[in-house]
């Protein structure tokens, strides 16, 4: 655990889980993403660790009401009262708020800087420097991964860093990348910087790829880059979905039905 004078514990999370993974059907048709199991646990619990591991405790997952029983009863399960379930109306894909709209609308009201976090998110690194370097630019800030091949890169939001790892170029999914690293989904955005979420949906432009609101506001003030370290998965193919659990070397849904 680290320790509480170490980070700055007033941040509130956000942990989206409100898509309906349609490339991962029929795994997911019936159940959430995040909470496919790797090496016999959920993914979402993987997230939950991280942030317990940083002393962060005031947790709100957004999802759907298709998905809402699925969390309820995961929730029944864990223990926790730290973690407030927030629901959606939407059904199905098609009447889905987006990421960006849902964000835009849990936030509205925070006093708090906010940390985001894709419910599809495995990771190994920790967390610690990435609060830590939040805590010493007081910028948003978006954490990185060298995914190493360009025809990967190609699928994610490619990024550039200056020597000060600010941000100099975001493209979401760009068709010809200049790098390998990408953004994983991943941030903290200051507490003044949350009503820019408004300011973006006001310009009629994409409510549902995060990524697209960080191209979007690295144009107009400061963000900085983080890259994690260890290994980092988006579970958004049953190919990424494999390649996590060979990596945790146990049985997972769709292994076992091969």
């Known amino acids: 655990m680290v320790e509480p004078n170490h980070i700055k514990l007033s941040i509130k999370v956000i942990i989206l889980a409100g898509g309906y993974a349609k490339r991962l059907w029929p795994l ?33 997952l957004s999802t759907n009401k298709k998905f809402e029983s699925d969390f309820r009863r995961w929730l029944n399960r864990s223990g926790r009262d730290n973690i407030r ?21 849990l936030t509205s009201g925070i006093q708090e800087d906010c940390m985001v976090i894709a419910g599809d998110n495995l ?18 800030i978006v954490g990185l991964y060298d995914i190493k091949r360009v025809d990967l890169a190609k699928n994610f939001a490619t990024v550039i860093i200056d020597d000060s790892n600010r941000i100099v170029s975001f493209v979401e999914k760009p068709e010809r990348p200049e790098t390998t690293l990408i953004g994983a989904c991943l941030y903290i955005l200051p507490n003044r910087i949350l009503p820019r979420l408004r300011e973006y949906l006001n310009g009629h432009l994409d409510k ?4 697209r609101f960080i191209e979007w506001l690295s144009k107009r003030e400061p ?12 579970i958004g193919t049953t190919k990424s979905y494999k390649e996590a659990c060979e990596f945790f070397k146990d049985a997972c849904e769709f292994l076992d039905n091969m």
């Open 28 to 60: 997911t048709l019936d159940r959430p993403k995040s909470l496919l199991t790797v090496s016999g646990k959920p993914i979402i619990d993987y997230i939950i660790e991280k942030l317990d591991a940083i002393g962060l405790k005031d947790v709100t």
């Open 85 to 105: 379930l927030e629901v959606e109306e939407s059904r199905s894909e098609k009447e889905k708020l987006g990421a960006i709209k849902a964000l835009s609308i």
């Open 123 to 140: 990771f190994t690194s920790d967390l610690k420097g990435f609060l830590e370097a939040f805590n010493e630019l007081r910028s948003p």
């Open 208 to 211: 549902d790829a995060p990524g």
């Open 223 to 234: 963000v900085y880059g983080y890259v994690l370290g260890g290994k980092w998965w988006d």
